[in-house]
């Protein structure tokens, strides 16, 4: 192998933020690259040279709006993803769910304790979206517990761990990535939930299977407005659907394709111009 058959393309944020830079993780993780480091105000990707397309990534980068530049250049290999990894730090939610790595020493236990491997899968609860999701998950408690709940474009598979150590019957945890499908099945098994969660690696054509209670999906807003009438068709009536993955600007857009599919809105949260709505879906239509 050559030692320079690897680029390291840096991005450079403005302002740079850590859930800004996991939203672009989770974006260009579609594209062929490797691994990532955060170096403030970078976020910089490592892809092999032969794999990679500048104009790919250009697409990628040009509807976020606190991407200010990116720039390629030759790198010696190295393992940047163990770099990464160890870079992860604890996530405290409302004090009552704790996200941590196994290399993350003298973390106080809370209520629900999670352990994830981060790898490169999208979900390490630094997001905004990941951490309003969790939010109202646990204001809905009564509501999961013994219910099937359906977590889709799971990544690391958090949410869908957090459902079962809420106490739900069931969960199925989707995502299209494969590798964020083999980290949800190792982080579930991991935290000793892998009996009471599926999962596997697809899309929304996958709900077809079953019917459930609850259904979480922290995903891009257009895949959201994609598959709705989907998620809508999976959802039993009465049914919660917690959706986000988007910006406040988008929620006007999304309320409006849910009403029309009979769901009604419940609640919605907002934390730094990203958004969570929770639906129900109405029994009497």
Known sequence: MNSFDYLEVAVRLDPFTEEGAEVLMAELAELPFDSFVTEEPYLKCYVQTDRYRASDVKVVLSGYPFVAEFKASAVQGQNWNKAWEESFQPVVVDGTVTIKAPFNENVPRTRFNIWIDPQMAFGTGYHHTTFMMMQRMLALEPLIKGQSVVDMGC??????????????????????????????????????VGSRVETACGDASLLQMASYDVLLANIHRNIILQDLAVYCRSLRRGGHMLLSGFYEADVQAITQAALSLGLAPQAQLQREGWACLDLTLQTNI
């Open 155 to 192: 990544g690391t598979a958090i949410l869908a761990i957090l459902a079962a150590k809420m106490g739900a019957r069931k969960v199925f945890a989707v995502d299209i990535d494969a590798v964020a499908a083999r980290s949800a099945w190792g982080n579930c098994r991991w935290n000793k």
